[in-house]
């Protein structure tokens, strides 16, 4: 069982389940858990995914929550062929074309219950092979944010409540900086003090980036640059962010970083751990599941 967000109290993770015609894993169960109360709720099965493990993100409402699953429909797209080579068959010259698949999301809402398919997504999340699903996403204001693409600048796809998705270009870096310098595979997003920020690991510092503005204002600041919590035989497997704090977790240690005082706070956690996450938690009352009822009498 892997963590994939936590917010209010409420914690979602999701079991792998293998597909037993192709006997590789390529479906989730996803799971809505209130520690404080001991609920869980294990929400009902999304459509099938085609040879693609779903990506799953959490958007957090103060009385409700909606989960979003990117999946592969298995469809072609027909104006997305590309030509792979051509075939000689009984005498004839055929051109082989190679389809691009569509990729769909469809949208959980704790109100309803049930799935709601939203249509099309223009790019797929990236899967983190250190840490599948933990820290592959986080909610800001009202968006879902996740890592699409490291390559040249990188790429950052977000979708908001109502399902409407977004490709945001990183951009942070000059085009003449030096390759060491430029973003790379250890790049995670935060949410620090209500602001989409992203992290960057480098192997003698780190960069700290914040998002600010709005509509066409909007630009990416260098918040920080300092130390690495990490030296070469170690590696950060998890990062959130507490109020001025960004929290990481290592193979061998605890790593808190306080953006005010510009310092590092290491604690050894005891040995290596496995797929690990770090989210913050506050404990809470909220239901796994909201009754419309409810729900209404509440705005009332």
Not at 62 to 82: A, H, L, N
Not at 143 to 162: F, N, P, Q, R, T
Not at 172 to 188: F, P, W
Not at 202 to 207: A, F, L, S, V
Request: aromatic share 12%.
């Amino acid at each position: 069982m892997y963590m994939v967000s936590s917010f209010n109290g409420l914690i979602c993770c999701v079991n792998r389940v293998r597909v037993r015609e192709a006997n590789e894993f390529c479906d989730l169960k996803i799971w809505i858990v209130n520690p404080c109360t001991g609920e869980t709720l294990l929400l009902p099965q999304g459509r099938p995914s085609f040879q693609f493990e779903p990506s799953v993100g959490v958007a957090y409402g103060s009385t409700d929550y909606k989960v979003f699953r990117i999946y592969c429909s298995g469809k072609k797209v027909p104006e997305e062929m590309i030509f792979e080579r051509y075939d000689f068959r009984e005498g004839q010259l055929d051109t082989v074309y190679r389809y691009t698949l569509a990729y769909e999301c469809e949208v959980y809402s704790s109100i309803t219950g049930v799935w709601e398919n939203i249509g099309h997504v223009p790019c797929v999340p990236m899967y983190l092979h250190l840490s599948p699903f933990s820290c592959g996403h986080v909610f800001v204001g009202g968006k879902i944010y996740w890592l699409s693409s490291l390559d040249d600048e990188g790429a950052i796809l977000s979708v908001d409540l109502e399902g409407r998705f977004e490709v945001i270009q990183l951009s942070l870096y000059e085009g003449d900086q030096k390759e060491k310098d430029m973003i790379t595979e250890a790049t995670y997003l935060i949410n620090l003090q209500g602001c989409l920020s992203v992290v960057i690991l480098h192997p003698e510092h780190m960069d700290v980036w914040i998002r600010k503005g709005s509509g066409e204002n909007v630009s990416w600041i260098l918040l920080c640059q300092d130390t690495t919590p990490v030296g070469d035989n170690d590696m950060v497997l998890a990062m959130t962010c507490l109020e001025n704090k960004i929290i990481c977790v290592t193979e061998e240690k605890w790593c808190c970083y306080n953006i005010d005082t510009r310092r590092w706070k290491r604690t050894n956690h005891g040995g290596l751990v496995n797929h690990p996450t770090v989210y913050p938690f506050t404990e809470s009352f909220l239901p796994c599941i909201v009754c419309t009822q409810c729900f209404i009498l509440c705005l009332i």
